[in-house]
């Protein structure tokens, strides 16, 4: 493998968005959370969802700034290490990101100081709508990052004159054919990733006898959304792979490291090692049939294979195969704790059970894998184009050195270990030591978040928590 500019370019974007990709997906469930949490104190009256709300929107500052900062150097990139995708695709993909700022982000920074700041300066009811709407704002960053992302993946309402794509129906490009699935796709992850954080903190806290009521409290809310949301996902996923058989074949073909082009049923491959140089599998574990009955939902169904396209326009296979099954692999895994918590709720025995709490108390890092797992498939699988059918990833680098993109990625490397490992370090410090009554410390507490989480850790270290 040589690695030349366009190689580490790539590197470096896949770098700092997999950094990036798990901070947003994290604070849009947390956001809603927190709204929910709220909401229940209002309706309920109860001070352990106040506690609990005033607890995660700590962490909720944290996440959301780490997110920011990681999201700013992505756009930078744009310029410095990809100008010609820029000045190709920048007539629609440029606006679908102003939209983005212009809606997401002025609602959430009108409103998150409300939230951050505002428990004890406004109503209850004031401070509860001002996160339901940072709640909505993430979900539209989501909306519209989602949209210019799945433009690139099956570009529609455009047109190209000398080499340059403009908009011809903006309809067409914001809602282009695998969005509406794959904004689905991804706002159900991370509802998910926020509920398994949430159950396994919850988990923590009881299995050590610390915060016995809240942990009670987070675990029922977090199962119960759970149990809606997995079986959800899953289906939201099949019907997702449908959309990219009939738009991205060549990226399904590659999920399921399926070489022929002749017609005929298709197995559904358990394992493989896919080797790109001879077009085949080896040591291949497949079940006859099964995959023409999931793709096309019949068992005579036919999937166009790789060998349908020429090798230069096929991705690369191994990594897409084996992140598909990851992610894959990882839900179902979901699925069936998620199926076990809800038998032991329903027979009344789910905080009698170490042995399950011992698990859940494991789950966190579930959605994040999932997640990460999920878009490398999507991206990797998009490979070679970064806009399909009009601009090859090799064609939009910009005119840089090797060595001046290898020190730019070696920087990113150092910096991030740094700050995201301090980001990280400090989060789950604050999880350890669980949320402060408001109603013992109301007065006195920082007036901003990272404040009053200082304060909250010396309240909890006086009581030896």
């Known amino acids: 493998m040589e690695f030349d500019q366009i190689l580490l370019a790539r590197i470096q974007f896949a770098f700092t968005i997999s950094f990036h990709v798990i901070f947003p997906a994290f604070t849009i469930g947390l956001s809603a959370w927190i709204a929910t949490l709220l ?20 962490i909720f500052a944290v996440s959301f700034a780490m997110g920011v900062v990681s999201g ?38 009108s409103f998150l100081g409300i939230m951050l700041f505002g428990r004890s300066r406004v109503p209850a009811w004031l ?16 909306f519209w990052i989602i949209s210019a992302n799945s433009w690139m993946q099956a570009p529609a309402g455009y047109e190209l004159r000398n080499g340059i794509a403009f908009p011809t129906d903006w309809w067409a490009v914001i809602f282009s054919p695998t969005f509406p699935l794959r904004l689905a796709h991804m706002l159900a992850a991370a509802y998910i990733t926020t509920g398994f954080v949430v159950l396994a903190c919850g988990a923590r806290w009881w299995l050590a006898g610390r915060h016995v009521a809240h942990a009670e409290t987070m675990m029922r809310m977090a199962l119960g959304i759970l149990v809606v949301m997995v079986p959800l996902q899953i289906l939201i996923g099949d019907q997702h792979g449908l959309k ?16 022929g082009d ?37 068992l005579d169904g036919t999937i166009p294979g790789l060998k349908s ?14 992140a598909f099954r990851v992610m894959v692999g990882v839900g179902f895994l979901m699925l069936g704790l998620v199926a076990v918590g809800a038998l032991a709720w329903l027979r009344g025995r789910l905080f009698r059970y170490g042995l399950v709490m011992r698990v859940f108390a494991w789950t966190w890092p579930l959605g994040f894998v999932a997640i990460l797992a999920g878009w490398y498939t999507t991206e990797i699988g998009r490979q070679p184009w970064v806009a399909t059918g009009i601009l090859r990833t090799a064609d939009a680098i910009s005119p840089v050195g090797v ?18 490992s301090a980001g990280v370090v400090y989060i789950a410090r604050l999880l350890r030591k669980g949320p402060i009554p408001l109603r013992d410390h109301t ?9 009053a989480a200082h304060e909250a850790e010396r309240i909890a270290a006086g009581a030896g928590e």
């Not at 709508?129 to 960053?141: C, D, N």
């Not at 493989?272 to 006859?288: G, K, V």
């Not at 396209?309 to 195969?321: E, G, N, S």
């Open 39 to 58: 909401g229940m104190a209002l309706a309920t009256g109860r001070a352990a969802y106040r506690d609990l709300a005033a607890f995660w929107t700590k």
């Open 72 to 109: 700013i150097v992505l756009t930078y990139q744009f310029g410095t290490n990809w100008s010609r995708f820029s000045e190709v695709a920048g007539n629609v993909v440029g606006p679908l990101i102003g939209y983005e700022v212009l809606t997401a982000f002025f609602l959430e920074a």
């Open 127 to 142: 401070h509860f709508v001002a996160a339901v709407l940072v709640a909505v704002g993430t979900a539209i960053s989501a």
């Open 244 to 259: 990219t058989l009939e738009h991205q074949p060549v990226k399904l073909a590659a999920i399921e490291a399926h070489w």
């Open 262 to 298: 002749e017609p005929g049923s298709v197995p559904l491959v358990l394992f493989a090692w896919p080797d790109q140089d001879a077009e085949e599998n080896r040591f291949e574990i497949a079940i006859p049939k099964l995959g023409s009955l999931i793709l096309t939902h019949s």
């Open 309 to 322: 396209v020429p090798p230069q326009d096929r991705p690369p296979v191994a990594p897409v195969f084996f």
């Open 403 to 420: 060595v001046e993109v290898a020190t730019s990625l070696a920087l990113f490397v150092l910096v991030y270990g740094v700050v995201f």
């Open 443 to 451: 007065e006195g507490m920082g007036n901003r978040p990272i404040a």
